[in-house]
């Protein structure tokens, strides 16, 4: 750099001994054309010739002086002092000069602590505390770039965000040297760390939370979790598109890989509003409770499959799918609440059976509404023998008189249906399983329908299995891919 500027400072002088020599020449040339060239002047004396060397060779040594402080843009010495006016004010002009050239090669280079001399050291200073700034400002953004915080939160992402923030602000504010475009590609930087980290968070809270048992609260650590998480990624994906529309606006350069990331994230954002809304669908209120809600809410499941592109997510609401339809097809029926003893009809709890127990004692023992149990269908095999009686109302008769009743063949004959249903290999529910089910319900339909559970003793709690049949078939039919193995 030193050399260029010597060249440029050396041109500078010899430009006005170039114009000089030309116009001594132009004058010459003209005079010369006027006439006959005078005659020559007198020889002058001898010691003018000397005095006249003298002081040329004075003038050469004090232009070398001012030549080697202007060519060298630096300071002169005490050995450059001339006694000659015009050459010390030129070195004393080239020195300033040089001091201020070599402030701002000082200021360039960035060095610590640096000095500086010229007339402009005061405002070189600040620029230089203005410089240092930006650089500690750079050096803290950097630094949580490389090693952002941990987001195992919606509380964790947002701090990140604010701390990112803050520094950025703090580099932008504190320095007149701050790149504000730089600034910005870092925003989009720090908020797209952020939003990859809650991708992870949101895909390990919502897996957690779709395995879970049916119906999912909403209300528990594992359920808010998961929707915290999802709502937050939705929250900042968002931020970060109305990030990159500013930069854009303010015509920032962003880098092709930070823009790729983006845009990759942003293709993904459904699935995850997807997520969402399947956990409200799983969280649903009463889900179970309503006998004609399986279509319904199948059509619900579906939508927010078609959006779901992880084939593990998309197994993960199939298999969800299978676990409603085990509990919302009730696996076991009861039978009726009563029997019929020698063809007429009698409340079940007012029946016992008796029979001998050994040694010549005899023991009672009541009829049972759950298959599993002591019932109609049984006592005899429980307790075979010539002396086994059936008492009702005081009265003993013999195990021929005692029957079902119509509603507990058709619980016998649904329960022998949904059994081969839980026997099959997952997936078990499938439009062929269902159809079956619905084939061995259909010549009693109105009887399947009033058949009660074990978990429902009422009247008024009658679940209509032969409903919810009819639901699921419908569902199954509309949406087969939900409940096959294939995604």
């Not at 006439?35 to 060397?53: I, V, Y």
């Not at 050995?79 to 000069?97: F, I, L, Q, Y």
């Not at 923030?165 to 930087?189: C, H, M, P």
């Not at 598109?241 to 990331?261: M, S």
């Amino acid at each position: 750099m030193n050399a260029v500027k010597s060249g440029a400072f050396l041109l500078a002088l010899a430009a006005p001994f170039a114009l000089y020599a030309a116009w001594q020449v132009h004058s010459a040339t003209r005079l010369d054309a006027l006439g006959a060239a005078p005659p020559p002047s007198p020889e002058p004396p001898r010691n003018q010739l000397a005095a006249t060397a003298a002081r040329a060779t004075t003038a050469a040594a004090e232009a070398r002086k001012a030549i080697g402080v202007t060519w060298r843009y630096r300071a002169p010495d005490s050995a450059d002092r001339s006694a000659d006016p015009d050459a010390d004010a030129t070195m004393k002009a080239a020195g300033a000069r040089a001091a201020d050239l070599t402030d701002l090669d000082t200021f360039l280079s960035g060095i610590e602590k640096p000095a500086f001399v010229g007339k402009l050291k005061d405002k070189y200073a600040t620029w230089a505390g203005d410089q240092a700034a930006a650089r500690r400002g750079e050096g803290a953004v950097q630094a949580w770039l490389v090693k952002p915080p941990p987001v195992e939160s919606a509380a964790d992402a947002d701090r990140a965000v604010a701390e990112a923030t803050k520094l950025i602000d703090d580099y932008t504010n504190g320095s007149r040297f701050a790149n504000k475009s730089q600034a910005t590609v870092w925003r989009l930087e720090a908020r797209l760390k952020v939003v990859d980290r809650l991708a992870v968070l949101a895909d390990r809270e919502s897996a957690s939370a779709i395995k879970a048992k049916l119906p999912l609260d909403r209300d528990t650590n594992v359920g808010k979790a998961a929707r915290d998480a999802l709502r937050a990624f939705n929250k900042h994906l968002i931020e970060l598109g109305n990030e990159l529309r500013r930069a854009g606006a303010d015509k920032v350069a962003v880098p092709p890989e930070f823009r790729k990331g983006i845009e990759v994230r942003g293709a993904g954002a459904d699935e995850y509003t997807a997520r969402e809304e399947l956990l409200a669908l799983f969280a649903q209120e009463g889900l179970f409770d309503n006998p004609t809600g399986a279509e319904q809410w199948l059509n619900k499941v579906h939508e927010q499959y078609a959006r779901t592109k992880s084939a593990t997510t998309r197994k993960l609401i199939r298999d969800k799918v299978q676990e409603f339809a085990d509990t919302f097809i009730p696996p076991v029926a009861r039978l009726d609440n009563k029997v019929l003893v020698n063809g007429a009809e009698t409340p079940r709890k007012e029946v016992v059976i008796k029979y001998e127990a050994g040694n010549g004692e005899y023991k009672q023992a009541p009829l049972s509404d759950e298959v599993s149990g002591l019932t109609e269908f049984n006592f005899t095999k429980r307790h075979p023998g010539d002396n086994t009686r059936v008492r009702t109302q005081g009265a003993e008769e013999v195990p021929g008189a005692l029957k079902p009743t119509a509603v507990s063949q058709t619980a016998v004959g649904y329960n022998a249906a949904r059994e081969r249903v839980s026997q099959r290999a997952a997936p078990r529910w499938t439009a062929e399983s269902v159809a079956a089910l619905k084939k061995a319900c259909e010549p009693q339909m109105e009887l399947v329908d009033q058949l009660r559970t074990p978990e429902q003793k009422g009247a008024d709690k009658v679940p209509r299995i032969a409903t919810r049949v009819l639901g699921l078939s419908a569902g199954v039919a509309a949406h087969q891919e939900l409940f096959e193995s294939a995604p």
